[in-house]
């Protein structure tokens, strides 16, 4: 269980994190999706104890992460980003070391199973430099593994493998969902979707929607709001679009115009395309607003007029 | 690499087979035994012992040769050296223990375990210590060698073994502080070298003192390293007060790394 309370970290007169707050329940995967410099990795960092946070409270395994900073991290398995790791060992050397820092009986074993889960057996006495950029980063994640931890935190443990290995980590971590806390970062909007329970999307340090991968989409295509892109400037079709049938509201962004039909349950699509036809001009794209990560930074990001999250409405409170 | 993948879904239960006991974690001296055994692995920590035996023989033949039926064998000649080579070895035996740890991100590993910072630095240093230990006991061979063909004073070979242990200690720890400042091993060396020399040399610098202030001069002679090694413990004087001198350079040295590596918190 992570629970985490109006979370910030201030470096200087720069916010990295400002004042998040969510929760990670045990048996579900929580991932932790936004574009690099949201603030993911601090508030991971501070989650494992690296770094204190400014303000705030968070929980991890039911210990406060700031004033039971040892206890924390005996009950969490920790990647960081970009896997460091000393590069002189053997694969097994090094979660043996880890394992005696820790004071595991049993490291031998464990280390075995580590190795065994993260399908590195094989290699487990090569030279963590002579190993491969993905095996590393198993060796990385069964050094987070290694005691069975409570809660585990994994900083972007897909980046740099290959689309084979992602699939097995991406099964790794579905499974290990299941008898552990899992907090996992990423910024690919389709492994949070494939691989989580629950999406928490920060920017800038802010949380600006969290829920499952199921009602995010919806929250994110609710109303039905389409993208359309001409091969005429957008300025020269908005007031045709505005008259089509159907549609309730329109403006420029994102190179087109996005259109939000007056009934959300009507697709607009077939009455824009009649228009446009209709007029000479040709269509380039016309599809539902938000299916990729991009599109949903430039909604949730853009866009004023749009009715914030809960946890924003939360910080906007907690700022005035 | 079919036969090697990860386990997924349904080939394995979601806990471990074996359960995860736990005893009572010594940390640092794990991270001790790491270094230490780095150092025997080290082409960097074998130059230096080639160097310095090749050194200190070379001095030691010399000296025999010129000693011979002039003065009494001496067996704190070489433990001397050694301290004198200290503002060389020390800073080569310790610019990397902070620095690449911190250059290589495993120092995020290393505080995000339950580990204090304290226990971590006392490893690293502990380990650095014990490998010049090592070097000075090679240096017992020279006392052996006089004891065959003499009688050296025993009581001051002794002091000046135990005063050259501490010496050493007492320069590694400070020498490491650079290693924890910055990223860079160069950096760390120059700087650690520089430091031990001021430390060194202060004794030259109360004497150049000495005669405008004669208080400060006396002040500025405590604070370095000579005026606790060379007038007592290498003539076998014991003292409290260098001992003392010794030991509190350590623990204070240790104190300030340990702050310093604690920063790399909140500058992370």
Same mark, same amino acid.
């Given at each position: 269980?992570?629970?985490? @309370? ?27 999706? +936004? ?40 009950? !969490? ?42 399908? /590195? ?17 198993? !060796? ?25 290995? !992602? ?40 949380? !600006? ?36 049938? +159907? ?56 866009? @004023? ?16 | ?130 490998? $010049? ?28 073994? /135990? ?19 910055? @990223? ?7 700087? +650690?070298?520089?430091?031990? /020399? ?8 109360? &004497?150049?003192?000495?005669?405008? &202030? ?14 606790? $090694?060379?007038?007592? /413990? ?35």
């Amino acid at each position: 269980m992570i629970e985490v @309370e109006n979370l910030t970290k201030r470096y200087g007169e720069v916010y990295a994190v400002k004042g998040i707050s969510f929760i990670a329940r045990p048996g579900q995967v929580t991932g932790f999706l +936004g574009p690099n410099g949201a603030g993911k990795t601090t508030t991971m960092r501070m989650l494992t104890g690296f770094t204190p946070p400014t303000s705030g409270e968070a929980c991890v395994a039911g210990f406060d992460v700031f004033k039971k900073s040892m206890e924390v991290r005996r009950r !969490v398995g920790y990647l960081p980003e970009n896997v460091p790791l000393y590069r002189d060992m053997s694969a097994r050397g090094y979660l043996m070391y880890i394992g005696e820092i820790r004071g595991l009986k049993d490291r031998r074993d464990l280390a075995e199973e580590a190795l065994e889960r993260v399908g /590195l057996s094989h290699r487990a006495d090569s030279r963590i430099r002579t190993l491969s950029k993905g095996m590393r980063q198993r !060796v990385g994640l069964a050094s987070a593994l290694l005691h069975n931890p409570e809660v585990l935190i994994l900083d972007e443990p897909t980046i740099g493998l290959d689309p084979i290995q !992602v699939l097995e980590l991406r099964d790794l971590v579905r499974e290990l969902g299941r008898s552990h806390t899992v907090l996992f970062s990423t910024h690919i909007l389709s492994e949070a979707e494939q691989v989580c329970d629950n999406v928490v999307i920060i920017n800038q340090g802010l949380i !600006v929607a969290q829920g499952s991968p199921g009602e995010l989409r919806g929250q994110l295509e609710r109303g039905g709001r389409v993208l359309v892109r001409l091969d005429v400037t957008p300025e020269q079709a908005l007031p045709t679009i505005l008259d089509v049938p +159907g549609v309730a509201t329109a403006q420029i962004a994102m190179d087109g115009i996005v259109a939000t039909p007056t009934d959300p349950q009507t697709d607009p699509r077939p009455e824009i395309a009649r228009v446009v036809v209709s007029r000479g001009w040709n269509l380039m794209e016309l599809r539902p607003l938000a299916v990729n990560l991009e599109e949903i930074f430039l909604e949730l990001t853009r866009h @004023e007029d749009r009715e914030p999250t809960p946890a924003e409405e939360a910080v906007e409170e907690v700022e005035a | 690499m079919t036969d090697h993948t990860m386990n997924h879904a349904g080939e394995r239960s979601g806990s471990f087979q074996t359960d995860v006991k736990t005893g009572t974690a010594v940390p640092f001296w794990a991270v001790f035994k790491r270094e230490f055994g780095l150092y025997f692995r080290s082409p960097i920590a074998y130059a230096i012992a080639f160097a310095m035996l090749f050194f200190i023989s070379l001095l030691f033949n010399a000296y025999i040769g010129q000693g011979n039926g002039q003065f009494p064998a001496d067996s704190t000649y070489a433990p001397g050296l050694l301290t004198f080579l200290t503002f060389l070895i020390a800073p080569l035996l310790t610019m990397r223990l902070l620095s690449e740890e911190t250059r290589e991100g495993t120092l995020e590993v290393m505080m995000t375990l339950p580990m204090g910072d304290f226990q971590f630095v006392l490893g690293k240093f502990l380990a650095a210590w014990a490998y $010049y230990t090592v070097l000075l006991a090679l240096t017992l061979v020279y006392h052996l060698i006089l004891l065959s063909i003499g009688t050296p004073d025993l009581g001051a070979a002794f002091g000046a073994y /135990l005063g050259a242990w501490l010496y050493g200690g007492a320069v590694l720890a400070v020498t490491m502080i650079w290693s924890a400042v910055t @990223e860079d091993q160069i950096v760390a060396a120059f700087l +650690g070298a520089a430091t031990v /020399l001021v430390l060194y040399l202060a004794d030259a610098a109360s &004497s150049w003192l000495s005669a405008s &202030s004669p208080g400060l001069a006396e002040f500025v002679r405590e604070l370095g390293l000579t005026a606790h $090694y060379d007038a007592t /413990l290498a003539r076998g004087i014991i003292r409290p007060e260098d001992i003392l001198y010794f030991v509190f350079l350590i623990i204070g040295a240790l104190f300030i790394t340990t702050r310093i590596v604690e920063t790399r918190r909140w500058r992370a």
